[in-house]
């Protein structure tokens, strides 16, 4: 029983993990695109 919950525990970090990444690369892109619009104008 203690293998099952430590195994949903560790996958439910790995898609903590996976959300964060996906929120720091969508931060990114928002901070280049700016910059391209301040650029370009």
Same mark, same amino acid.
């Given at each position: ?16 993990? =996976?959300? &964060?990444? =996906?929120? &720091?690369?969508?931060?990114? =892109? ?8 301040? =650029?370009?104008?």
């Amino acid at each position: 029983m203690s293998n099952r919950r430590n195994k949903k525990t560790d996958s439910h970090k790995d898609k903590m993990l =996976v959300l &964060a990444s =996906v929120l &720091a690369i969508l931060e990114i =892109v928002n901070t280049i695109l700016e910059i391209f619009e301040k =650029v370009c104008k």
